[in-house]
């Protein structure tokens, strides 16, 4: 729950100059309840009350915010600028009800009667209603207005339409320990009904052909595949039927790969989409 007000520095004011502030007159009929919010990296937990972590690790910048009023009804407008497009994605992904639908505001946006979450390039935009009643259409005009002003792309990160689309269920970021490895450090996870595919891109092949390496040492006996730049599959008690690859500067593969499908040809296909 956000409980306290930050002190704007002039400092932070520096490290933030040039991120799309919130206004509360981008909606007609509102205005500023109290002085504007301004955290920086670490300093959110002031905000957060210890739930900063859930921002930091994808890669939390900075977050401008205020709190708007009418009639009676405030709204907590919070904008956030994380680490790149991937990053504000990922969190997007991870605060948002799957349940609901997506709004096409941005590059992907929520809607609920007290609630509204946005993401756009590199900025992750979150409103939250503290009084009862449905509040959508005004969380939907406070969220178009303020795409109008976030700069970038509205794409999807490029790495999400390379997962086969059939049969998936989720596909999200994972910020850290992809498949519960720590040598996968942040990477996309797909869930299907008979395993999970996953691609990490490092800062280059030979940083990439590195972490094949030490996965190799790490899982001991595997054994050669010949997917994409390089690949081997093996047989985990966790991880189940797997197979890893390298491609360029990504690591990829499948794992819990259920009988019946053969994890090397699911590798081979997710490798053929990678560039």
Same mark, same amino acid.
């Given at each position: 729950?956000?409980?306290?007000?930050?002190?704007?520095?002039?400092?932070?004011?520096?490290?933030?100059?040039? $991120?799309?502030?919130?206004?509360?007159?981008?909606?007609?009929?509102?205005?500023?309840?109290?002085?504007?919010?301004?955290f920086i990296g670490e300093d959110l937990f002031e905000y957060m009350d210890g739930n900063s972590e859930g921002y930091l690790i994808y890669g939390f910048?900075?977050?401008?915010?205020?709190?708007?009023?009418?009639?009676?009804v405030e709204f907590i407008l919070d904008v956030s600028e994380m680490a790149d497009a991937d990053a504000a994605y990922g969190i997007f992904s991870a605060t948002r009800d799957p349940r609901q639908p997506v709004a096409s505001i941005?590059?992907?946006?929520?809607?609920?009667?007290?609630?509204?979450?946005?993401?756009?390039?590199?900025?992750?935009?979150?409103?939250?209603?503290?009084?009862?009643?449905?509040?959508?259409?005004?969380?939907?005009?406070?969220?178009?207005?303020?795409?109008?002003?976030?700069p970038g792309s509205t794409a999807l990160p490029a790495t999400l339409s390379w997962f086969p689309a059939e049969a998936r269920k989720s596909l999200r970021l994972i910020p850290e320990s992809v498949l519960g490895i720590r040598l996968l450090r942040r990477g996309y996870v797909g869930e299907y009904d008979y395993g999970k595919a996953f691609l990490v891109k490092e800062t280059s092949p030979e940083a990439a052909a590195a972490v094949m390496e030490k996965l190799r040492a790490r899982f001991g006996a595997?054994?050669?595949? $010949?997917?994409?730049d390089e690949g081997f599959h093996y047989e985990e008690k966790y991880l189940g039927r797997m197979c890893v690859f390298r491609k360029g500067a990504y690591v990829g593969g499948w794992a819990n790969v259920s009988e019946g499908r053969d994890p090397l040809a699911l590798a081979g296909a997710l490798a053929s989409q990678v560039h």
């Open positions: 729950m956000k409980s306290r007000i930050a002190i704007v520095t002039a400092a932070a004011a520096l490290l933030c100059w040039g $991120q799309p502030a919130p206004d509360c007159q981008l909606v007609p009929g509102w205005s500023q309840k109290g002085p504007a919010r301004t910048r900075n977050m401008k915010g205020v709190t708007c009023a009418k009639d009676g941005g590059t992907a946006a929520e809607i609920q009667p007290r609630r509204a979450v946005m993401v756009k390039d590199r900025y992750y935009v979150e409103i939250a209603v503290n009084q009862e009643g449905d509040h959508a259409p005004a969380l939907k005009a406070f969220m178009a207005a303020m795409e109008a002003r976030i595997t054994r050669p595949a $010949q997917v994409a």
